[in-house]
Every structure is written in C-alpha cells, then in structure tokens.
C-alpha cells in the first residue's frame, strides 16, 4: 500500500534513489526548502510500507486572474515503482491542490524527447499548450513542451487554445 504524505526536510536526505533518473531535474537544497516553506501543500512524497521513498511532486501555485495556475515543478517516481500509477496518483493530488486555491488550469514543462512522460500527460488530459525554444540547457540544449489542463474554474477552456508559434523563454510571463 502506497502513503501519500507531505514532504519534509528530512526526507531531503533519503530521496536520491528517485533523483537519480537522468530526465529529473535535481535542485540544490534552498530550492527545495524554499519550497517546502512556500508551497508545503504542494510539496507531496509517495512511500512504501517500508518506508522508501516511491517518488514525489513538487508544485506551487502562481500567477494572476486568469493566469492563476498550479504548477508542477517537478514530478518524479523511482524507476522501482514505475508503471504502477503513482505519477497518475500524485498528479490528481496536485490538481485537487490547485482546484481548491479555484486555479484555471496546471502546467508542466516536459523535454520534448519525454515522448514517456509526455504520453502520460495527455492520457491524464493534458495538451501541449506551445514549445519553449532551448527552455533546457546544458550539453544538449533542449526545448520543452509547456502542457496544460483546464480546471473547473476555466468553464471556457480559454486556458488550453494552444499557441501556434514556439516561445523563447525570456518571452514567458512566468507568473
């Protein structure tokens, strides 16, 4: 049986088993504090009866009038425990956040090369909303895919009409 819990600083020390995945994005600590401190109820860990860690999501919610969103920072599951619908679980969790603070809609950036992540997004209803050119960088810079889905707040879907055009990101309203 799976526990969905908050994370805590503690579990800062005891989660490298699911960040060693080469497509997670690892942070240093004040990032990870930071949001522990800002966003907790975004902030969620998955753990087996024996208390390893399954895999986590870290979110926040930002933005203004309709641009009022949740945001999925980071989403990951060991690769010991994929395929078992935890991404599903920890997602609908970040959702149910987010449709409680009456958010418009959630949004994740994704690598374009995710094609695994990506499908799951959008069998959990999310679109590709636009491409962000070079949103990753490193040996291989990379473009993201920004995916979103409509809330329940966004009767209209206005949220989700995807952008035609790729995006740089210093062209973002980030919040």
């Known amino acids: 049986m799976t526990t969905l819990r908050p994370f805590t600083c503690d579990d800062l020390f005891n989660f490298n088993n699911v960040n060693f995945d080469p497509l997670t994005e690892t942070y240093g600590l004040s990032f990870y504090t930071q949001y522990l401190a800002r966003w907790p109820e975004y902030f969620q860990l998955a753990e087996s009866p024996s208390g390893q860690i399954m895999g986590y999501i ?22 010991d425990y994929r395929r078992l619908g935890l991404a599903g679980l920890l997602m609908n969790f970040l959702e149910d956040i987010s449709e ?37 960088s490193g040996e291989n810079d990379e473009d993201a895919y920004d995916m979103r889905k409509a ?23 980030m919040n």
């Open 100 to 136: 409680k603070k009456r958010a418009y809609f959630v949004d994740l950036f994704v690598r374009k090369s995710n094609q695994v992540a990506i499908n799951m997004y959008k069998n959990l209803g999310y679109i590709i909303y636009r491409t962000i050119l070079d949103y990753y």
């Open 151 to 173: 809330l329940s707040r966004d009767a209209e879907k206005k949220s989700i009409i995807p952008y035609t055009q790729p995006v740089r990101l210093e062209d973002l309203d």
């Open 58 to 79: 870290m979110g926040k919610v930002e933005g203004h009038m309709e641009n009022w969103h949740g945001h999925v920072t980071a989403l990951t599951v060991s690769p």
